[in-house]
């Protein structure tokens, strides 16, 4: 299938009979709330409010042409108008429905639209809603979801709708919107979702996907305009000056305390007068960002403030020193907890710097929030820390929305402390904010000079921004371009090989010719790597060794090395890569019996259940894949993106040889993220706290933060 042959359009009253029919053959048996134990079997009054939604002429159809001009139905987006009666609709419903699985989906939405509260939060009195997208398996994976989604949107505009809505209730779909640029307006965790006794509403919906994820996106931003859209003009930003300090603390003590999720819990923290000091001082350090919104008569009002700090490795240690002097106060327990979060995190040794510039406080004024203004002020303040001289620019985010907008902008998860696994000596979780919260997560963005700042969107690519010069995050046309798009779409970026790090005396190349110290590199991989890392370890034997050195002579693998003064290279990185095809997921299971009840029996037979699982040959209609097999980056070279980098040599690489699609399997946090941020597909994913033995035990517990394998494709 082509782009060429797919025709996309609004379903015709001649074709409601098949659509309906498509969207009882694929929507329900694939929908996680529908498809898990107990199952939605539609009936005849699902097929017709279905019928019902298609009258409208408010639904998309995708056909595929084919070589004799017949048309398949391949795609379909179901659309209709909502306005804020639909809320109540929902539970209206539910209660009709009782408590069968149909009415707790359905009081489940109810609830999802009323914290949402979409039409308040966006100004509105009417939305588009995206109410149901299902594409046929054999067209999965070629991006025709998203072209669904675009046509709905433009369909929107020309209706006169301002706003499209959609509740995702899988991974997928959620992921596919976020790339698009939709907001996130709310989100319940399936785990989270209990009835009066305790219970999980809905325990047997499996991974990847985990709860329900709200979006929204204004009509009027789609296709050219949304490649164009620019930031609001009345809102100006600037660092701190000293006749605003009062007001900027005034600002923080009344938004971030009493929004922030672990300060607004019971019992909350009441900022006290060494609170306002400490914010003070941050003030007066002159690393401090805010925004203010300039009204017609030209008066200007805060709306948004970034307080940020430098830090050192001593950092570290205050927290705990503070913590112990505020003792067992809920202030005590944050300190401690931001403490721990930074001490396993180790961003000074990480990446090899004994000063960064820490991101501290971020508050929005309520009434200006889903503007963006959260993206737009941290990248106020990279510029401002780039400037002043900081490599790196950190941030621990309590909330789901700051940790998202961080997401947006490309930074590096390096850490994550869920609340519910932080107890107290009981057991306890010492935090239970309320959802979408749900962890602390440590972010950092590398500042050294060279970074080139993505702006990629879900059309094409509108170009990297380098930033060499001195006008780094410069202001007017480029300062536009750079607004564009923050989360972006990094299929154009395998394709275009963005260097994020400029260093010119870094090479790429294969690595046939360097057998023995590749083999020295894989030190490396089997020390930090989760499952190898963990007690009992494992140590390459000499069949790994073997396969490795095959790998090496086929000429499938790829090594980064670094140019000396004295001209010698310094090998930095390897990324060790071989094709696949449909027996290795039996030769997986083989291999593992033979090995036995030994830990590298247990790792054989867990990549066995993966790969079966996730079906790639099947899902992607191939007979072999490129395979990223092992990849490793010497401790003293990483954060400088060569696992981004060595990935999309091996994509190119790959691609040259003619193979179509490219797999990992990432029991690694972080090699997980480099592929998620590559815009590869996460086509399946098994908790390591899920996958237990016959005593029903943990086969594997690694250290946080790595919580699962995730199996991952792309199309070449």
């Known amino acids: 299938m082509s782009a060429d ?74 659309g209709v108008p909502k306005d804020p009666s639909s809320v109540e609709k929902y539970f209206k419903n539910a209660e009709k429905e009782g408590n069968t699985k149909y009415g707790q989906v359905l009081k489940f939405l109810g609830v999802a639209n009323r914290q949402a509260d979409l039409f308040n939060r966006y100004g509105v009195d009417k939305l588009f809603y995206s109410f149901m997208s299902c594409v046929t398996p054999t067209c ?66 499996p991974p990847p996907h985990e709860g329900l994820t709200t979006l929204a996106f204004f009509a009027n931003c789609t296709r050219e305009k949304y490649k164009t859209k620019m930031w609001n003009d009345d809102i100006k930003f600037r660092v701190v000056q000293p006749h605003e300090y009062e007001q900027v603390v005034n600002f923080i003590i009344e938004h971030f305390y009493r929004d922030e999720p672990l300060s607004c819990l019971e019992p909350k923290v009441v900022p006290s007068e060494t609170d306002r000091a400490d914010i003070l001082a941050c003030l007066q350090g002159g690393t401090s960002i805010l925004g203010v919104q300039v009204k017609e008569n030209g008066e200007e009002e805060l709306v948004a403030v970034n307080t940020a700090v430098p830090k050192d490795p001593s950092s570290i240690d205050k927290y705990f020193e503070s913590a112990e002097k505020e003792g067992n106060t809920k202030y005590g327990q944050i300190l401690k907890l931001l403490g721990v979060a930074s001490r396993e995190a180790d961003v000074f040794k990480r990446y090899n710097v004994d000063k960064l510039l820490y991101s501290f406080m971020t508050c929005v004024k309520p009434d200006v929030r889903g503007k963006n203004l959260g993206v737009r002020i941290k990248l106020e303040l990279m510029e401002l820390g780039r400037r002043l001289g900081y490599k790196l620019l950190t941030a621990d985010c309590t909330s789901y929305y700051s940790a998202r907008v961080c997401e947006r902008l490309d930074w590096d998860r390096v850490n994550f402390v869920a609340y519910k696994d932080y107890v107290d000596e009981n057991n306890k979780p010492i935090f239970s904010p309320p959802p979408p919260h749900i962890g602390l997560g ?94 009992p370890k494992i140590v390459a034997s000499q069949t790994d060794i073997d396969d490795i050195l095959e790998c090496i002579k086929a000429g499938t693998s790829i090594m980064a090395t670094k140019e000396l003064s004295h001209g010698e290279e310094e090998l930095l990185a390897v990324n060790i890569a071989a094709p696949k095809d449909a027996t290795c997921i039996e030769k997986y299971f083989k291999t593992a019996e033979k090995a036995g009840n030994t830990k590298y029996g247990q790792i054989l037979k867990l990549l066995a259940i993966a790969n079966r699982n996730a079906d790639i040959f099947q ?48 029991t690694s946090f972080y090699s997980a993220g480099v592929c998620e941020r590559l815009g590869m597909d996460r086509v399946h994913f098994i908790a390591y706290q899920d996958y237990v033995d016959e005593n029903n035990r943990p086969i594997f517990n690694p250290p946080s933060p790595h919580v699962g394998l995730s199996s991952f494709a792309i199309r070449l």
């Open 442 to 535: 440590g972010r950092f963005l590398w500042l050294g000079r060279g970074t080139v700042v993505p702006t990629l969107d879900c059309w094409g690519l509108i170009g990297p921004l380098s930033t060499d010069s001195n006008d780094c995050f410069p202001h007017g046309r480029k300062r536009e371009r750079l607004a564009l798009v923050v989360r972006y779409c990094a299929k154009a970026e395998a394709q275009r090989r963005i260097k994020y790090d400029k260093h010119d005396n870094w090479h790429f190349a294969t690595a046939r010719d360097q057998k023995a110290r590749v083999l020295e590199q894989m030190e490396h991989f089997y020390r930090d790597e989760p499952l190898c890392a963990t007690e």
């Open 5 to 78: 042959d797919i025709v996309i359009r609004v379903v015709q009253p001649h074709e409601y009979e098949q659509v309906v029919q498509f969207i009882i053959d694929h929507f329900y048996r694939d929908e996680p709330l529908c498809s898990s134990e107990p199952k939605v079997v539609p009936g005849e009054t699902d097929r017709a409010d279905i019928m019902e939604c298609l009258k409208g002429g408010t639904s998309i159809l995708a056909m595929q042409v084919k070589e004799n001009g017949e048309e398949e139905l391949v795609g379909v987006n179901v």
């Open 140 to 205: 999965r994976g070629r991006n025709l979801g998203t072209r669904l989604k675009e046509e709905l949107m433009a369909l929107a505009k020309k209706l006169g709708y301002k706003l499209v809505t959609v509740d995702c209730s899988s991974f997928y779909s959620a992921r596919l919107c976020k790339r698009m640029g939709w907001d996130v307006a709310n989100f319940i965790a399936y785990s989270d979702y209990k009835d009066e006794n305790g219970q999980v509403v809905f325990p047997n919906i």
């Open 619 to 666: 899902r992607y209609n191939v007979n072999t894949i490129f395979y990223s097999f092992i990849t490793c980056v010497k401790p003293s070279a990483r954060g400088h993106n060569l696992g981004k980098r060595l990935k999309l040599e091996i994509m190119a690489l790959g691609k040259t040889l003619g193979y179509q699609v490219l797999a990992a399997d990432c």
